[in-house]
Nanobody, 119 residues
Framework: QVQLVESGGGLVQAGGSLRLSCAAS????????MGWFRQAPGKEREFVAA????????SYANSVKGRFTISRDTAKNTVYLQMNSLKPEDTAVYYC????????????WGQGTQVTVSS
């Protein structure tokens, strides 16, 4: 089992920045892929960013590319999402997730943290 706890969400004005953190505990391993997803009211959950198990490969949704940066601190079992130039459409609950088996679905999820961007 892997437990994930997100933090760092909040209310910010458009153009501002936030940094989300996701701390992993339990059966943690640096060999997991980790990702961030988000779900806005009335919409399906969508992919935001991911970092592979050796922190070499990152990927981003087109809507956040150039504004968000995903990173991880293996020693702290923590993954981060630095969000800059925030827009009202970034408002959502943000979830981190772990994929323990390469190529499979993400199998552990956090409880989410609310990000609200005011115009």
């Amino acid at each position: 089992q892997v437990q994930l706890v997100e933090s760092g969400g909040g209310l910010v004005q458009a153009g501002g920045s936030l940094r989300l953190s996701c701390a992993a505990s339990g059966r943690t391993s640096s060999s997991y892929d980790m990702g961030w997803f988000r779900q806005a009211p009335g919409k399906e959950r969508e992919f935001v960013a991911a970092i592979n198990r050796n922190s070499v490969i990152t990927s981003y949704a087109n809507s956040v590319k150039g504004r968000f940066t995903i990173s991880r601190d293996t020693a702290k079992n923590t993954v981060y999402l630095q969000m800059n130039s925030l827009k009202p459409e970034d408002t959502a609950v943000y979830y981190c997730a772990v994929r323990t088996v390469p190529g499979k679905d993400y199998d552990y999820w956090g409880q989410g943290t609310q990000v609200t961007v005011s115009s």
